[in-house]
Every structure is written in C-alpha cells, then in structure tokens.
C-alpha cells in the first residue's frame, strides 16, 4: 500500500510539472519565438532543472506539439460545444453568436501558433500533423452543421457541411492573422462573427 500511495504521489508530481513546463514554454515561446529559445530557458521560466525537462519531453519539438495540441484541442471542444448546445437542431445565427463569445483569440496562442505554421511549412511530418488537427476541428464542426434542421439552411454556395466547416475554419485564420496585427481583440470578434454569419447564412437581419 505504501508503494502505491508514493506512486500515485510521484504522477501527481509529475503531472503538475509537465503542466508547468508547459505553461512556462508558452510564454517563453510567445516572447521570443519558436526556434529561438533553449531548453534551458524553458527551465529557467518554469524553475526546473534539466533532468525534470527530459523526465517529461524529449526535446523542444515534443513540447511544442504538446503545447499546440493543448490549445487545438480547447479551441475544438469550444466550437463542438457552442454548436451543441442546442439539442437536435441548430439555430445558425444563435450558434455563431456562441461560438465568436467563447472561441480562443489570444494574441500571445496566435504567435505560438503561427510559428508553428511556419515550422510545419518547411517539415512534411509536422504538417501531417498539423492538417489531422485541422481535419478533426472542421469533422466537429461538420457533424454539429450536418444536423441543422428547421432553422436557416445553409447556402448552396458551400456545398455541404463539410464546405461549410472549411469556410468557418478559414475565416477564424483571416481574422486570426489580422488580430496578430492590430491586436483588437473585441473587433476580431465582432468581425468573426460577421463573417460567419455571412458565410453560414443567406446574410439576412436576423428576428
């Protein structure tokens, strides 16, 4: 029993540290840029040695996927959740309006994020699994449109749900892109949310 209990003690541990060596790497990452940064850096930030950095990942690139994921996944399980909030049928316009109020636009992410774009630009492997993320967000988003009945049909234009999940996906990278910019967090959202109303509706006033 008293070996169980230590190593139940010692995942716990260690769980928090990789939770820690990752939210210290984001900031250090955001800060500096991928490519730019050591291990020892990230060590320093989170305040861990070595030893505890290569208990957790094996080198930068592992942590970085670990990070990306993170955030790919709470961005995925926002827009799943926003679309199902609804029971059987989705009212489009009430969707957009949930999806835009809670999906992640942080500057700080987007900096992360799009040094990873570049990175998974030059290395096939990386942008394989960056498109199966990719392809599991816009799948989440498909099934949540596929079963939209009753309430605003979505236009011809895109096809089926699937167009539709691409259109969604690539409006959230336009604005995204801008916000790295002009860093208006409140005027991506609204311009967000425009943007996919107009793509997801016949861009009528809403009741």
């Known amino acids: 029993m008293a070996v169980k209990a230590t190593t139940g003690r010692v995942t716990r541990r260690r769980v928090r540290t990789r939770a820690n060596l990752l939210e210290a790497?984001?900031?250090?990452?955001?800060?500096?840029?991928?490519?730019?940064?050591?291990i020892e850096e990230v060590c320093e930030a989170a305040g861990y040695?070595?030893?505890a950095f290569y208990s957790n990942f094996d080198s930068l690139d592992e942590l970085f996927f670990a990070l990306y994921r993170q955030?790919?996944?709470l961005i995925a399980e926002q827009v799943s959740g926003a679309l199902a909030s609804e029971g059987p049928d989705l009212d489009v316009p009430g969707a957009v309006d949930r999806v835009t109020e809670v999906l992640l636009l942080d500057r700080d992410w987007l900096l992360v994020?799009?040094?990873?774009?570049?990175?998974?630009?030059?290395?096939?492997?990386?942008?394989?699994?960056?498109?199966?993320?990719?392809a599991r967000l816009r799948r989440a988003i498909a099934d949540r449109l596929v079963r939209a009945r009753g309430h605003?049909?979505?236009?011809?234009?895109?096809?089926?749900?699937?167009?539709?999940?691409?259109?969604?996906?690539?409006?959230y990278d336009g604005v995204t892109t801008q916000l790295l910019l002009d860093r208006d967090v409140e005027h991506a959202r609204d311009w967000l949310r425009q943007l996919l109303t107009a793509l997801l509706t016949d861009g009528s006033t809403r009741q």
């Not at 984001?26 to 940064?37: H, L, S, Y």
């Not at 994020?113 to 990719?134: C, I, M, N």
């Not at 605003?152 to 409006?171: F, I, Q, R, Y």
């Open 71 to 73: 955030r790919a996944d």
């Open 152 to 171: 605003t049909p979505l236009p011809a234009v895109l096809g089926d749900a699937e167009g539709a999940a691409h259109a969604v996906v690539a409006a």
């Open 25 to 38: 790497a984001f900031g250090v990452f955001a800060a500096k840029g991928f490519g730019r940064v050591s």
């Open 113 to 134: 994020k799009t040094d990873f774009l570049v990175h998974a630009a030059r290395d096939p492997v990386v942008a394989r699994s960056l498109l199966e993320h990719r």
């Open 49 to 51: 040695s070595r030893g």
